[in-house]
């Protein structure tokens, strides 16, 4: 595709269920990474891949979060028992020797 | 700890002005400074960026001036449009492809017409 494709765009999920992100990257990028942005802040990194490979996990704020990219394109980030502060919306971005392509992010709600 | 600081939250200017937003960081590794700009709905987008062997970059009505020994840097819109009318993130990175990118926490510009 032209760009950074994500889904669902919008997710509501009930507290305690667990959630699924996709991320599809612009073909033959190299690195991806997630976001965090919640409402009327920055965007705040989560973790980065160099094709399949997790190369930094540093930004995950629990161990309820998981991200995969088996196959070093498409990418999933699974949040599992979904509390309130998870509500925000996830950004995917990749890129290869130079500026970093977004997504237009998932928004996720949690009630 | 907020490594990238920006300032101000939020700033109207009229059309035809110059926007001037700022940022001070505090990790001297970082070597790559882009900007990014936000609309509702949408991911940020690159809109330009510099890095710390120059002390200012210009792309159209964009200019970029970085002072590395102070640690700050901005951005400054001449001839403000309302078509510019966004959030702008600062941003700062010790690689630019590789590396986490750092953002501050936004400036909410508004253009009157």
């Known amino acids: 595709g032209a760009g950074v494709s994500q889904s669902p765009r919008y997710k509501v999920a009930k507290r305690g269920q667990d959630v699924a992100l996709r991320c599809d990257p612009i073909s033959g990028h190299v690195s991806l990474f997630w976001y965090q942005q919640a409402l009327g802040q920055g965007p705040e990194f989560l973790t980065y891949f160099q094709n399949e490979a997790q190369l930094d996990k540093s930004g995950l704020p629990s161990d309820r979060f998981f991200a995969e990219r088996p196959e070093g394109s498409v990418s999933t980030l699974k949040i599992q028992r979904t509390q309130q502060e998870d509500s925000a919306v996830y950004l995917c971005?990749?890129?290869?020797?130079?500026?970093?392509?977004f997504g237009q992010g998932t928004r996720l709600t949690v009630v | 700890q907020q490594q990238v600081k920006q300032s101000p939250q939020s700033l109207i200017v009229q059309k035809g002005g110059i926007s001037i937003i700022n940022c001070a960081y505090e990790n001297t590794a970082f070597d790559y400074f882009p900007w990014y700009q936000q609309f509702p709905g949408k991911g940020p987008a690159l809109l330009i960026a510099?890095?710390?062997?120059?002390s200012e970059k210009k792309e159209g009505r964009f200019t970029i001036s970085f002072n590395k020994s102070a640690k700050q840097f901005s951005l400054h819109i001449m001839d403000s449009q309302p078509g510019d009318s966004a959030t702008y993130f600062c941003?700062?990175?010790?690689?630019?492809?590789?590396?986490?990118?750092?953002f501050g926490s936004g400036t909410r510009l508004s253009i009157r017409p």
């Open positions: 971005a990749s890129s290869n020797t130079g500026e970093a392509f």
């Open positions: 510099i890095r710390p062997d120059v």
């Open positions: 941003a700062a990175s010790e690689d630019s492809s590789a590396s986490k990118i750092i």
